[in-house]
């Protein structure tokens, strides 16, 4: 199994940056996706999930609006398109699947993670 996080990188504020998360080893439409955010000195922060088998997103209120992701099962990707990013969004940011048709926290699948860093 396996889940690689790309396309992060530096930006300014308000700008937009869009995440991939290839995943293999693992029947993709049977997983829910999500991702997740860490900053120096805070706690993992859940961002947002997407159910693979019916496209139910979820978001965290703080991306909601500026965040939308999306997939493309063909690739066994998910796309987290970033916009109106703000310093705050400055963290590192890791998908992660999980086995079933919701969101929850049982995630046992984790990609090494991409830096975002927002610039002001």
């Known amino acids: 199994v396996q889940l690689v996080e790309s396309g992060g990188g530096l930006v300014q504020v308000g700008g937009s940056l869009r995440l991939s998360c290839a995943a293999s080893g693992f029947t993709f439409d049977d997983y829910a996706i999500g991702w997740f955010r860490q900053a120096p000195g805070k706690d993992r922060e859940g961002v947002s999930c997407?159910?693979?088998?019916?496209?139910?997103?979820y978001y965290a209120q703080s991306v909601e609006g500026r965040f939308t992701l999306s997939s493309d099962n063909a690739k066994n990707t998910v796309y987290l398109q970033m916009n109106s990013l703000k310093p705050e969004d400055t963290a590192v940011y890791y998908c992660a699947a999980e086995q079933g048709p919701y969101c929850d926290i049982g995630f046992e699948y984790w990609g090494q993670g991409t830096q975002v860093t927002v610039s002001s």
């Open positions: 997407i159910v693979i088998s019916d496209n139910n997103t």
